[in-house]
């Protein structure tokens, strides 16, 4: 790629938390130029966590970067199913290892399943040690890479052991996307629509109209996705770090999203196939309780089905179901379901008590595959 083109596909944002605040980098070339993200590590000792799907392509990049520090690599299967204890267990384990103190950092590199992991590592670690993010895919650049939530699963629910614990930087280096397979690239498409549904209309619209591009992975197509996804997910985070209320609205479809992958099995539904199940279930309750109208539902599933992404609750799922394991969901107070929907485009909001019947018919509403 040319120098002139680099430059004009690179972005740098921030996360501006005080004293926690960070630099997110996006742009082709970043694992390839350390210069920019390595000297953000002040301490000796690195621990490096990557996947075996991520590892052949990405982890020479990262170790060469990484030259100087005592490293531990650890290269775990792929997959949801790694979000585990026992893989706390075992990060604990090698940070021990590696005499890791107090200026210690975690560095992930991967997707969201090794960034959630290996953040909850370095958040458990002597209370908390630096923590850098290398995603690997558009999910993780655009979403579980920024804002500091850390988690893993239990087998009642997902992330339901976790941390707020926010990272040192984001280094989101695009040409890492050239190898994701185009499941998880839509999956990744799912939150980026996401962004658009909850707050920005017109950036719906541009990714209505950017769709070819997207999907054949065009790169400036990708890095403005990208970059307008981030500054959404940056300035939610600055105005309420811990969710105490307007972040909660970034989980739009996620209530539903969530227990559709724990019913389905940690894996078989990726997490972005499930959020976008989830958001057009969202968007017909709302339509149901009058906020908003059928249309804007039938609007939002059909960008959904446009970009190749489910829209329809898988056929073994019944919705009685699917409603007992959203009564595990974080966002619920006193056993009171609490739920992300909208009064249309751009305009989510939160809404607390809704009736279960109306969530049965919603659920039962968006078919079933
Ligand atoms: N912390 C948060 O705020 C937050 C937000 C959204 C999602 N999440 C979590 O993120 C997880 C999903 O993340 P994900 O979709 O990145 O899944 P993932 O980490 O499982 O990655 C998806 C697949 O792509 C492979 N892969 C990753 N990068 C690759 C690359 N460049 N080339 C080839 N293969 C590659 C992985 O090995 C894996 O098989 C879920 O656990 C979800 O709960 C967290």
């Not at 630096?130 to 993780?140: H, I, N, R």
């Not at 280096?173 to 999956?187: G, H, I, N, Q, V």
């Not at 099995?265 to 972005?272: A, N, P, S, T």
Request: proline letters at 4%.
């Amino acid at each position: 790629m040319p120098p002139e083109t680099i430059v004009e596909l690179s972005r740098e944002l921030r996360v501006e938390l005080g004293d926690r605040s960070y630099p997110i980098l996006i742009g082709p070339g970043l694992l390839g130029q350390p210069d920019r993200w390595a000297p953000l590590l002040r301490g000796r000792q690195v621990l490096l966590v990557t996947d075996s799907n991520v590892a052949p392509h990405y982890l020479d990049s990262a170790r060469a970067a990484l030259c100087g520090k005592s490293l531990d690599v650890v290269i775990l299967p792929a997959g949801e199913a790694q979000k585990s204890m026992a893989n706390l267990d075992s990060l604990m384990q090698r940070l021990a290892g590696l005499g890791a103190s107090r200026d210690a950092c975690v560095v992930a590199l991967g997707g969201g399943v090794i960034g959630d992991l290996s953040g909850f590592a370095a958040a458990c670690w002597m209370r908390g040690v630096p923590f850098l993010q290398l995603p690997t895919t558009l999910l993780a650049m655009v979403d579980s890479s920024v804002g500091g939530k850390t988690a893993i699963n239990l087998p009642q629910g997902k992330n339901l052991v976790g941390a707020f614990h926010q990272p040192l930087a984001v280094v989101a280096d695009t040409d890492t996307l050239a190898t994701l397979p185009d499941r998880e690239l839509r999956s990744g498409l799912a939150e980026v629509i996401k962004y658009g549904a909850i707050t920005d209309a017109a950036f719906l619209d541009w990714l209505d109209q950017h769709r070819d591009a997207l999907l054949a992975r065009d790169a400036a197509a990708l890095t403005e996705a990208i970059e307008r996804s981030c500054r959404h997910k940056a300035d939610i985070v600055a105005r309420d770090e811990t969710e105490r209320g307007e972040r909660a609205l970034l989980n739009f479809g996620h209530s539903f999203g969530h227990a559709i992958e724990a019913i389905a099995g940690y894996g078989e539904v990726l997490h972005g196939e499930a959020v976008a199940i989830g958001m057009c279930m969202a968007a017909r309750l709302a339509a149901r309780l009058e906020m908003a109208s059928g249309d804007d539902a039938e609007r939002l599933s059909s960008l959904l089905q446009a970009f190749g992404l489910p829209t329809q609750r898988p056929a073994n799922l019944a919705p009685e179901k699917l409603l007992d394991a959203m009564r595990l969901d974080k966002k619920n107070l006193s056993g009171r379901l609490r739920l992300i929907l909208w009064r249309g485009a751009g305009r989510a909001e939160m809404v607390d008590g809704v009736e279960s019947a109306d969530i049965l018919r919603a659920i039962a509403a968006a078919g079933a595959a």
